[in-house]
């Protein structure tokens, strides 16, 4: 890294800031037809801008917007001289004539027919609202500690990159590292390459990604610096993506932990192609999905080969899953879905012969807390009772099943209790016993109507009228809020 020969990217803005003055003039990437959308100005580098010393325009710059906050309105020609009214519009009846229309709660509203589909929620999935940044501050790289970092891997000639990965792989407090350690770890690594010493996978997956999202994410969070990364998303030729989907790209439409995906599928792998983003793609039915909210990516092709009969041992597809198996905690997909089944969130389906699904989707799979705490919050039920009893009725939907006395699905619903309490949760337009959105919710509807915010242990009692079911729900739920993340035995 003595010197600066590789194709212009944003982290060398740490060594080098006129690159980055370079790559915002020859570079700038179009917005999508119709779409108008603005971008920030700035990506939260306040820090990073001292050290660097220069100042950075990067979000206009690069996705081209073309309209910038600061650029001057066009002039205008007068407006007429408003007619004299009787009664003129004073600012407060103003005010009240732009509020929307007050909306009842759907609890409230009246049904055309007593067989109406309740939905007194949004969507389980509608429930996330903005996701938060998947690294937080303290999973971010300090700017001191980026600068050290790129000072000690020129001086020993080692990547930033694998240096950085050797940090976190290793016990190092890699986002407050002093230079002193940064320079004892390079010179290391220098002394086990000259040894011919291959660094472990963890190690090479993390260095993978690190100079895949580059260092200003690192800095920053991958959430300030999205629209840096979708604009090397967009202009990466290892990336293929159809037309529609660089328009979800874009239009910022795409969650930013599906873009690091992409750029460290392309560096681990060589290329990769895209079949679905948000467009592209429509549910069993036309359910809705995670594509639906840009948390998802379905890939056709990988390092070159469609997925399409390529799904053997040590094939490309296993290869790309192992890699996907490797990425940090914060980044790591909920959902890998192919013919594969290699542990961790990796599902092996029948219907995934031309495509691995990649989905950040926390309803589905291991996202059953979700579904529990949203609706114990919505219901005010606690969430580990609704987790006690999806595990004593069905063990958490792995044993579905019609009970002797007839009830069904996710929650064991007797159907005369089901027709009243029973909800469409998910937004498809059915209320069904067998979904678990539905179904959990529905449990936490039935439980409120009950009296479990006064009365807990007679809700549950409602639910099985039985003393030793009361005893199994209160002392499993114990066991679930006690043990962590939720685990259950």
């Known amino acids: 890294m003595d010197r600066i020969d590789k194709p212009i990217s944003p982290e060398l803005v740490l060594v080098d800031p006129e690159l980055r003055a370079r790559l915002l003039a020859t570079e700038p990437v179009p917005e999508p037809p119709r779409q108008r959308r603005r971008v920030p100005a700035s990506l939260g580098w306040a820090t990073a801008l001292v050290l660097a010393g220069t100042t950075i325009g990067v979000a206009h710059a690069i996705v081209g917007s073309s309209r910038p906050s ?43 027919t007593p067989q109406a589909i309740v939905r007194e929620t949004e969507p389980a999935t509608g429930l996330l609202g903005p996701l938060p940044d998947p690294t937080p501050p303290e999973l971010r790289l300090r700017p001191t500690v980026a600068s050290a970092l790129v000072a000690a891997a020129m001086r020993f000639h080692v990547e930033w990159p694998v240096l950085l990965a050797a940090a976190r792989a290793r016990g190092v407090r890699w986002t407050e590292a002093s230079p002193a350690q940064l320079r004892t770890l390079a ?84 290329s990769v192609a895209v079949s679905s983003l948000v467009t592209g793609r429509e549910g069993p039915g036309g359910e809705r999905s995670a594509h639906d909210f840009g948390l998802a990516v379905d890939l056709r092709a990988v390092a070159g080969k469609h997925v399409l009969g390529n799904q053997t041992v040590g094939g490309p597809v296993e290869r790309a899953v192992r890699d996907l ?43 059953l807390e979700f579904l529990w705490r949203t609706a114990g919050a919505s219901y005010g ?19 579905l099943h019609t009970s002797p006395a007839g009830a069904i ?80 035995s």
């Open 409 to 488: 699905g996710w929650m064991q619903f007797m159907p005369g209790t089901w027709q009243r309490y029973g909800l469409d949760a998910d937004g498809n337009g059915a209320a069904d016993p067998w979904n678990p959105a539905d179904a959990i919710f529905s449990a936490a509807r039935y439980l409120a109507a009950s009296g479990a915010s006064a009365d807990l242990p007679r809700a549950i009692l409602a639910y099985n009228h039985a003393r030793w079911y009361l005893n199994d729900v209160l002392s499993r739920a114990q066991q679930i809020e006690q043990s962590p993340s939720g685990q259950r």
């Open 70 to 112: 600061f650029a001057p309105k066009a002039p205008r020609a007068p407006a007429p001289a408003p007619v004299p009214r009787p009664h003129p519009v004073t600012p407060r009846v103003r005010e009240q004539l732009a509020r929307p229309p007050l909306r009842r709660p759907a609890a409230h509203r009246p049904r055309s």
């Open 325 to 367: 198996l490797l990425l940090p905690e914060e980044v790591r997909p909920l959902q890998i879905v192919s013919l594969l089944d290699l542990g961790g969130p990796s599902i092996a389906l029948g219907d995934h012969s031309r495509i691995v699904h990649v989905g950040f989707d926390p309803t589905v799979g291991s996202g």
């Open 381 to 399: 039920v606690p969430w580990a009772i609704l987790a006690a009893i999806n595990q004593i009725e069905t063990k958490d939907g792995t044993f």
């Open 187 to 270: 010179r290391r690594l220098k002394h086990e390459r000259a040894l011919g010493e291959q660094p472990s996978p963890e190690e090479s997956a993390l260095a993978r990604y690190d100079g895949a999202v580059g260092l200003d994410a690192l800095v920053s969070g991958l959430g300030s610096a999205k629209a840096v990364l979708a604009a090397r998303v967009l202009r990466d030729p290892r990336i293929a993506i159809y037309p529609g989907g660089r328009n979800d790209i874009a239009s910022g439409r795409v969650d930013v932990r599906v873009l690091a995906v992409l750029l460290y599928l392309a560096q681990a792998e060589g």
